[in-house]
């Protein structure tokens, strides 16, 4: 046996001396563990007499113990140096100056669509919804516009295979169908506005295969087209923020409104810069007509009793005319420089109640 005396020092003195507790739990494996060399001497008692056992037993287990006592203080010391060391690297120093926050952007389609909703939101319009994708008979026939109508071809449709009903679904072409699934499930009155994605296979400067429209519905007994000016002269004055902008109603035509009317607003061009308000150009910006009495039949309701009006606008058309967007492509870039240049901070307050309150509302 090695003498006790010597093991039990140098082991003692390396403790001593480990300056990290994997070197302190490498002495400790090859002293204490299975095959450690005072776990090996402690074997060793077996072939000793009784006595000897006892003695040398003694002596081994004193030495086990002071080592195992070493080793435990040692630990202690080198866990508080590690932990202070960490606390040292990991100091704040709460006097530095923030890093700068990159802030993010609202998206001028969102942005346009919450002043949308803002401005009939105070008119009492409630937002409705309805989904993207469409049956035939709400996106169309409902709508006044039968198979083989030629307003069809106008709507440049995206199609769905056909299902296992022989039916073929569609993209919907506009957010018109909404005013037939709000008035299936409500009784009038109603006055609501829909702002959502439409679909046509359409792709230029000026249009995309995806865009947004907002609809609007209202009915009521006794709803004619003075209601359907004021709401819209209001709307258009509000969202431009031109208390007198001039606002012209021009016929036109739309299966599912009789009359119709294309609204225009007035502006002035000079040198290809385009300045909306009083002016001697007209720009057309959304479809407008009292409920087609057929319509209003589809949906189960009296057009003795009950009438309305409906319009429908393109979102980017208005937010390109408001924002100065030239390429309506442009929206759908994810470009973060376009997002920098047109996006909008999201606290700023929006600047939509120039026309309402300049109208008296
Ligand atoms: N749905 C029409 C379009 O997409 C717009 C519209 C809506 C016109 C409601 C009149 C009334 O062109």
């Not at 002035?268 to 407008?288: C, H, M, V, Y």
């Not at 492509?329 to 376009?338: A, E, G, M, Q």
Request: with cysteine; hydrophobic share 40%; proline share 6%.
């Amino acid at each position: 046996m090695e003498s006790l005396d010597a093991v039990s020092s140098e082991i003692i003195g390396a403790i001593a001396i480990a300056d990290s507790l994997d070197v302190l739990e490498a002495i400790r494996i090859d002293a204490l563990g299975k095959k450690g060399r005072i776990s090996l001497m402690m074997r060793e008692l077996g072939g000793m007499n009784a006595e000897d056992r006892r003695v040398a037993g003694q002596t081994l287990n004193k030495v086990k113990d002071d080592i195992a006592n070493a080793i435990a203080a040692k630990q202690k010391i080198l866990a508080a140096a590690v932990l202070n060391e960490r606390l040292e690297a990991e100091r704040l120093d709460v006097s530095l100056p923030s890093r700068p926050e990159t802030d993010a952007r609202l998206h001028p389609l969102s942005r346009t669509i919450e002043e949308v909703i803002a401005i009939f939101g105070e008119m009492g319009f409630q937002v409705a919804e309805g989904p993207d994708i469409e049956s035939d008979y709400y996106n169309f026939t409902a709508l006044n516009i039968p198979p083989e109508h030629p307003a069809r071809q106008e709507h440049d449709t995206f199609y769905l295979p056909v299902d296992a009903e022989g039916r073929r679904k569609v993209l919907r072409t506009h957010t018109s169908p909404v005013q037939i699934r709000t008035m299936e499930s409500n009784d009038p009155p109603i006055r609501i506005i829909v702002p959502g994605r439409t679909y046509r296979s359409d792709h230029d400067a000026t249009h995309s295969p995806m865009f947004h429209q907002c609809e609007g519905l209202v009915i009521g007994d006794g709803i004619h087209m003075g209601h359907l000016k004021g709401c819209l002269i209001d709307f258009c004055r509000a969202f431009f923020g031109v208390d007198d902008l001039p606002v012209r109603f021009r016929p036109s035509y739309f299966p599912f409104t009789e009359p119709s009317a294309e609204v225009d607003i007035g502006c002035t061009r000079q040198n290809g810069a385009l300045k909306i308000g009083a002016g001697d150009d007209w720009l057309e910006i959304l479809g407008s007509g009292m409920v087609n009495p057929r319509v209003l039949e589809n949906c189960g309701y009296d057009p003795e009793k009950y009438q309305g009006f409906a319009f429908g606008m393109g979102i980017e058309r208005i937010a390109m005319l408001k924002y100065g967007i030239p390429d309506l492509r442009t929206f759908y870039d994810s470009d973060l420089r376009w997002m920098r240049h047109y996006g909008f901070l999201p606290f700023d307050a929006p600047s939509i109640h120039a026309g309402l309150s300049g109208g008296g509302v």
